[in-house]
């Protein structure tokens, strides 16, 4: 997972922390590039009122430079993924918009709405390959992408994003901020890693739209829902801040059968799950609507407090969140006895999940630290493919039981050196312990349990109690070094499993490395061109040619891409 630095005020959201946060997704790449905001400011006669209006125009593209993997090429759960682009092809040929509107009256009320669009020509008529010596087995019925897969990854199509109120005023002498609509909220103090972290779930993410425009915002990668937010200011040291959604949205991440998708038949946009030959002839389980959370957005709530007294020379945070999780179980089945095959495969989501949080940053020693510690009651966990648990027919629920996460980061400003003028050295660790399975035991993909077959183990991808995971980020950079006063730098950045797989839902793997290294050049303050080179690595098995077991999404293995983009404010 490929994850950059952003700044406050996400979608128009709160951050509760002094040093921004970044995002990420499972069995895929999330690449957050910000750039400077330069809004076109509209004079009004009334000082009382201000107005501004920006957009940031965006190409991106891209080149597959590795060849195709011929295990994957020959796995009926992963040929489309692999083959439909091969090397040499343009795997990226997108263009992208983001237009914001800010109104405020007397800096205290207002409103924002933004919307984005986009449209990629690589996918324009793009068919998903299906290996010929699996004719019949493709994911999408008469081998065509699905209306939702074409929507999302080809477009021309768009999207409202920001659509809030907001207001502030004194109560006595407390003053009170309150946003209702749809925006963004994201507490606690992670940089890259957002299933381990206090805000997991708090916001869904738009993981297909990042991995497919590496020169995306922030701003896009979250996906706003409808919700009232509010932030109390008792005292200049205490803040209380409050959320409690009207809605609820899942994760959207790169669908099966296209270049940055993990398998052929997740998530939305797959129509049917292949499951064998009767005779020759495919049989298949089709994919219906995803359970979704039934009690809806009145589930999902959230306080927190931060405190900065000035002995802490910090600030120590404290949060209680319930919510609805954003990342699905899937594929699940649903039974129809006495029939052996599948009346379908759908998502689920669980539902009822509880957190709670303690964070605290402050600098040390010229270290920006942050660190996170939270429990999670009733989390969803990893579970076994095309799970059911007994009794379940519809298959509504998974694996469920109680975990322990902690982060600690670090943002350092690096000083100038006969090597570079400046720039930031940022770096992430993670570590996660599985306290206990509470429910449906037997679907749990764990070590020693059911759900992890017998023989097999985390080299196969079942999970571990412990997993630990690192990141880096490192960005020299140079002033005044290129053309018509162009300022570079070189973004790189390193992800790495250190120990074990996570049992909760994107909890990570062992050895799954990921790693982009690139040259940014900004001109004029508000031209960015950047060229990058992404990759990535995850072990998985064999027999006769066929992968049978992956950690991680190893069909990304031989998907090393070069991105060039292309990136304008006005």
């Known amino acids: 997972m490929r994850i950059s630095e952003v700044g406050r005020g996400v979608a128009g959201g709160q951050t509760a922390g002094k040093k921004g946060f970044a995002v990420s997704a499972m069995a895929l790449a999330v690449a957050s590039v910000c750039s400077p905001a330069y809004a076109f400011g509209i004079q009004t006669s009334n000082e009382d009122l201000n107005l501004r209006w920006d957009t940031t125009l965006r190409y991106n593209a891209g080149w597959r430079v590795e060849g195709i993997n ?3 090429a020959n796995s009926p759960t992963y040929d489309e993924t692999e083959t439909t682009f091969g090397k040499g092809d343009m795997v990226l040929n997108r263009f992208d918009g983001l237009t914001e509107f800010d109104f405020v009256y007397k800096a205290q009320h207002g409103f924002r709405i933004s919307a984005s669009g986009w449209y990629d020509e ?50 006595g002498n407390v003053a009170v901020s309150v946003k209702a609509g749809q925006h963004t909220v994201f507490w606690g103090e992670s940089l890259f890693n957002t299933f381990h972290n206090i805000a997991y779930s708090q916001a869904p993410l ?17 996906r706003p829902v409808n919700q009232i ?44 799950l292949f499951l064998g030959f009767n005779q020759g002839t495919p049989l298949f389980a089709y994919q219906a609507d995803p359970v979704q959370p039934t009690e809806g957005a009145g589930n999902n709530y959230g306080i927190s407090l931060r405190w900065s007294p000035a002995w802490l020379k910090g600030t120590a945070g404290l949060y209680f969140r319930q919510f609805d999780e954003v990342q699905a179980w899937g594929p699940v089945l649903r039974s129809a006895p006495p029939s052996p095959l ?11 999940t509880r957190l709670v949080g303690l964070s605290l940053n402050k600098d040390v020693g010229g270290v920006s630290l942050g660190s996170e510690l939270s429990y999670r009651h009733n989390t969803a966990l990893a579970a076994a493919t095309s799970f059911a648990a007994a009794g379940d027919l519809d298959g509504v629920e998974g694996p469920r039981g109680n975990s322990l996460h902690f982060l600690l980061n670090g943002i350092y400003l690096m000083p100038r050196t006969p090597l570079w003028v400046g720039g930031t050295l940022q770096g992430e660790i993670v570590y996660s312990h599985l306290l206990e399975v509470t429910r449906n035991k037997e679907l749990y993909k764990g070590e020693g349990y059911a759900g992890c077959p017998a023989g097999q183990d985390k080299s196969d991808g079942c999970t571990t109690d412990d997993v630990v995971l690192a990141q880096i980020g490192f960005r020299p950079e140079w002033s005044q070094v290129l053309p018509f006063g162009g300022n570079l730098a070189m973004p790189t950045s390193f992800a790495y499993g250190i120990y074990g797989n996570g049992a909760t839902l994107g909890g990570g793997n062992e050895g799954v490395y990921n790693w982009s290294v690139g040259v940014e050049g900004t001109f004029r303050a508000r031209y960015i061109v950047s060229l990058k080179y992404n990759d990535q690595h995850a072990d998985y098995k064999t027999q006769d040619g066929v992968v049978t077991t992956a950690s991680g999404s190893a069909v990304q293995n031989n998907h090393g891409w070069i991105s060039l983009a292309f990136q304008t404010t006005f």
Request: proline share 7%.
């Open 206 to 222: 738009d993981g297909l739209k990042s991995a497919s425009s590496p020169g995306i915002t922030a701003k896009e990668v979250f």
């Open 342 to 352: 599948p009346a379908d495969y759908h998502l689920v989501y669980a539902e009822d």
């Open 70 to 72: 011929d295990a994957f």
């Open 229 to 272: 937010s509010m932030q109390i200011q008792p005292t200049p040291e205490l803040a209380i801040g409050a959320q409690y959604f009207l809605e609820w949205k899942p994760n959207r991440l790169p669908q099966g059968g296209t270049y940055f998708g993990a398998t052929d038949v997740l998530w939305e946009g797959p129509e049917r």
């Open 122 to 171: 690589a996918y324009d008529g793009k068919r998903p390959h299906v290996n010929p010596a699996l004719a019949g087995t493709g994911s999408y019925v008469d081998d065509k992408y699905s209306n939702f897969t074409k929507r999302y990854h080809g477009g021309v199509s768009g999207e409202l994003l920001d659509a809030f109120v907001f207001t502030t005023f004194d109560v």
